[in-house]
């Protein structure tokens, strides 16, 4: 504190003093201090400048396991900072104080923030998934950590990703530990007016039962996300749509199982594994088994859609009801499907144990195994104009083995084959061939259909180029 008198003088005298007049010099520290976070990838600190006299402002950092460093230096009248050199999920502490050359300001008080990196963490941040996705925006990723969570989610339009941690380190183990249960209290998650940016992946959703009867796992409309490694078992719907209802959409679904769900409604129940309508879904090293329907599509009812159904399996779905029957692995109306390297066996229904084709349906089919299914793998409905084009593919007893209802057309191509397909071992889900299996290199010879070694194709679902293989999970 410096005190000041002021007097005037001459060569004869000098004035009285006047009042005496104190100046306190202190060097302040910022108020109001804050930090944002820039992006979900920086910090940035701000403050109010209230120190008149200073020379700048210092900026000292440290994480929860180290001690305060100086961070950097600033200039007099600064107000903010922008701190780019941050890690994901990293808590990071500050404190601010300005400085003259004599002196400094006591520190401001400690700020404490984290960057995710779009990332939000569950239970570390969030404790339940829906939070976290209450507070996502666009791009953000729900990271979930492997554990039971009864939920029963809807991601509100958003496109995000919502996955376990297989999606940073690819251990397949987190699939079936990683577990969203619907507790029979509507559907797992629903998925509406969502881009082709959301993805679902490595998870297993269970135990749901659907809302308004519809959609058990997951219920999706207007919709295209992608759905990747995910098991989707135990799931039922009163009606439509035991694993999976869409309608309107466009997904992608990638090495997926979609097991044990059902949709066994009082009177009709259509598509135990999946219900599409409208929609053009690609289906690629799916595994859709052990499904249910009432009446009809046991694996798959398809109505109004245009699916592209590759590398898949459908194997052991039934249609249990008699009034209809229809459709124990597939069910087609008003569709068009396309088929390739696709395994259908051991489906049943009254009519049309693989496939079942009602009104104005074409399925084209190649490099693909229809066995064992009942009581026959391909059936017409009366009516309707109905096509069929098959090659290179094993058709349990050829002609036998469809009923047109003197209704439709049927092309037979070339390479059709009637053989057991001497699978490894159908009571494991095992439907790899062996390697006496005549459907082995029997694909069509065109070098485009070649398996991932170079080889000529191999008819049914492990044959033919793919990204991965699929993974096997026992689903009793």
């Given at each position: 504190?410096?005190?000041?008198?002021?007097?005037?003088?001459?060569?004869?005298?000098?004035?009285?003093?006047?009042?005496?007049?104190?100046?306190?010099?202190?060097?302040?520290?910022?108020?109001?201090?804050?930090?944002?976070?820039?992006?979900?990838?920086?910090?940035?600190?701000?403050?109010?400048?209230?120190?008149?006299?200073?020379?700048?402002?210092?900026?000292?950092?440290?994480?929860?396991?180290?001690?305060?460093?100086?961070?950097?230096?600033?200039?007099?009248?600064?107000?903010?900072?922008?701190?780019?050199?941050?890690?994901?999920?990293?808590?990071?502490?500050?404190?601010?104080?300005?400085?003259?050359?004599?002196?400094?300001?006591?520190?401001?008080?400690?700020?404490?923030?984290?960057?995710?990196?779009?990332?939000?963490?569950?239970?570390?941040?969030?404790?339940?998934?829906?939070?976290?996705?209450?507070?996502?925006?666009?791009?953000?990723?729900?990271?979930?950590?492997?554990?039971?969570?009864?939920?029963?989610?809807?991601?509100?339009?958003?496109?995000?990703?919502?996955?376990?941690?297989?999606?940073?380190?690819?251990?397949?183990?987190?699939?079936?530990?990683?577990?969203?249960?619907?507790?029979?209290?509507?559907?797992?998650?629903?998925?509406?007016?969502?881009?082709?940016?959301?993805?679902?992946?490595?998870?297993?959703?269970?135990?749901?039962?659907?809302?308004?009867?519809?959609?058990?796992?997951?219920?999706?409309?207007?919709?295209?996300?992608?759905?990747?490694?995910?098991?989707?078992?135990?799931?039922?719907?009163?009606?439509?749509?035991?694993?999976?209802?869409?309608?309107?959409?466009?997904?992608?679904?990638?090495?997926?199982?979609?097991?044990?769900?059902?949709?066994?409604?009082?009177?009709?129940?259509?598509?135990?594994?999946?219900?599409?309508?409208?929609?053009?879904?690609?289906?690629?090293?799916?595994?859709?088994?052990?499904?249910?329907?009432?009446?009809?599509?046991?694996?798959?009812?398809?109505?109004?859609?245009?699916?592209?159904?590759?590398?898949?399996?459908?194997?052991?779905?039934?249609?249990?009801?008699?009034?209809?029957?229809?459709?124990?692995?597939?069910?087609?109306?008003?569709?068009?499907?396309?088929?390739?390297?696709?395994?259908?066996?051991?489906?049943?229904?009254?009519?049309?144990?693989?496939?079942?084709?009602?009104?104005?349906?074409?399925?084209?089919?190649?490099?693909?195994?229809?066995?064992?299914?009942?009581?026959?793998?391909?059936?017409?409905?009366?009516?309707?104009?109905?096509?069929?084009?098959?090659?290179?593919?094993?058709?349990?007893?050829?002609?036998?083995?469809?009923?047109?209802?003197?209704?439709?057309?049927?092309?037979?191509?070339?390479g059709l084959i009637n053989n057991e397909p001497q699978f490894i071992d159908i009571k494991k889900d095992n439907f790899r061939?062996?390697?006496?299996?005549?459907?082995?290199?029997?694909?069509?010879?065109?070098?485009?259909?070649?398996?991932?070694?170079?080889?000529?194709?191999?008819?049914?679902?492990?044959?033919?180029?793919?990204?991965?293989?699929?993974?096997?999970?026992?689903?009793?």
């Open positions: 504190t410096y005190t000041y008198k002021i007097y005037a003088f001459t060569h004869i005298n000098n004035s009285g003093p006047t009042n005496t007049k104190s100046e306190l010099m202190v060097v302040y520290p910022p108020e109001n201090t804050d930090t944002q976070i820039i992006g979900d990838e920086k910090i940035r600190l701000v403050w109010d400048d209230v120190c008149k006299i200073e020379e700048g402002y210092k900026i000292e950092r440290k994480t929860k396991d180290s001690e305060f460093k100086l961070l950097t230096s600033l200039g007099p009248n600064s107000t903010y900072y922008l701190d780019s050199d941050v890690k994901e999920h990293i808590s990071y502490f500050y404190r601010i104080f300005a400085y003259t050359v004599k002196s400094k300001s006591e520190f401001s008080a400690v700020l404490e923030d984290v960057c995710h990196f779009g990332k939000l963490r569950i239970p570390e941040e969030y404790l339940t998934i829906q939070a976290a996705i209450d507070a996502a925006i666009d791009g953000n990723s729900v990271l979930i950590r492997p554990g039971l969570y009864k939920e029963n989610l809807n991601l509100q339009g958003k496109e995000v990703k919502i996955t376990s941690y297989y999606f940073e380190n690819q251990d397949s183990s987190l699939i079936k530990r990683t577990i969203i249960d619907g507790d029979s209290l509507g559907s797992v998650m629903r998925i509406e007016s969502c881009g082709e940016n959301t993805l679902i992946s490595g998870l297993t959703l269970q135990n749901g039962s659907g809302k308004d009867d519809r959609g058990g796992g997951i219920f999706i409309y207007n919709s295209d996300p992608k759905l990747e490694q995910l098991k989707i078992i135990n799931n039922s719907a009163v009606e439509f749509g035991g694993g999976i209802y869409m309608v309107d959409s466009n997904p992608t679904l990638s090495n997926v199982l979609i097991a044990n769900n059902s949709s066994n409604g009082n009177y009709d129940g259509y598509g135990g594994g999946l219900y599409l309508s409208d929609s053009k879904p690609v289906l690629m090293q799916v595994k859709i088994m052990n499904n249910t329907a009432r009446e009809f599509g046991g694996g798959l009812y398809v109505y109004h859609s245009d699916p592209i159904i590759k590398n898949t399996l459908i194997t052991n779905n039934d249609v249990v009801g008699n009034q209809y029957g229809h459709g124990g692995g597939i069910y087609s109306q008003y569709a068009n499907i396309a088929l390739s390297n696709v395994t259908l066996a051991g489906n049943n229904s009254l009519n049309g144990g693989a496939i079942f084709c009602n009104n104005d349906s074409e399925v084209n089919i190649i490099n693909t195994v229809l066995w064992n299914n009942q009581p026959q793998e391909i059936c017409y409905h009366k009516f309707g104009d109905i096509k069929t084009t098959i090659s290179y593919s094993l058709l349990d007893g050829m002609e036998d083995g469809i009923l047109t209802n003197n209704n439709g057309t049927i092309f037979m191509q070339a061939l062996q390697g006496n299996s005549a459907c082995k290199d029997a694909g069509n010879p065109d070098e485009k259909y070649n398996d991932s070694d170079g080889t000529r194709n191999d008819i049914g679902a492990y044959g033919g180029k793919k990204n991965r293989r699929i993974e096997f999970y026992r689903t009793k």
